[in-house]
């Protein structure tokens, strides 16, 4: 097993219990693939897949972390992509019943952490991640921010970049302030921005 420094990178589709709910079968079988496909294409900073969790990709990076711009920036590309996917799958399954209920119901969040120490284990062909920080990653996702599509830092992440780099962030964005108690971990402390501004039109 190998451990260190790791990005973790969450883009998890927000909705998607309900739409599998309300869609039928055979629509959603082709809607969901689609879009975790594009995401998975739109990776434009070396992420490397560990799994494909239904309706989330766990991405991760080991090494030296992207610059903060640059983090954000593919984030922003994900949401962007996501969308002009949807706007695809809607004129291509036209007449679908049900097909116009694809971005009321769909969205997407982004989870982003940092741990020093996570484990690389080789399962097959597969890179499975372990550790305290793949824990956290995944509760991040059980939050109870009042909106379905954002990007979250949580406090390890945004403190693995400098000062100024912070301060160029919240001073460009609307950086919310939030945290989660996790037991036997405690009080998680996270920051995160609302996508919807940087949604494309439909």
Known sequence: MHTGPTLICIPDISGFTRFMGEIDFELSTKIIPSLLNKIIYSNEIGLKISEIEGDAVLFYRTGELPSLKDLIDQCIYFY?????????????????????????????????????????????????????????????????????????????????????????????TNLISGNIQVDHLGQIDFKYIDLLPFRPDM
């Open 80 to 172: 962007t992509e996501f969308y002009k996917q949807m706007n695809v799958l809607r004129s291509m399954n036209n007449g679908h019943k049900g097909v116009d209920k694809i971005p009321e119901l769909l969205g997407l969040k982004i989870i982003l952490h940092y741990g020093e120490e996570v484990g690389l284990v080789p399962i097959g062909k597969n890179i499975k991640l372990m550790g305290e920080d793949i824990i956290v990653a995944h509760r991040l996702l059980k939050n109870t921010i009042p909106t379905d599509e954002y990007i979250l830092f949580s406090r390890d992440i945004l403190s693995s970049y400098s000062q100024e780099d912070r301060q160029e962030l919240q001073m460009g």
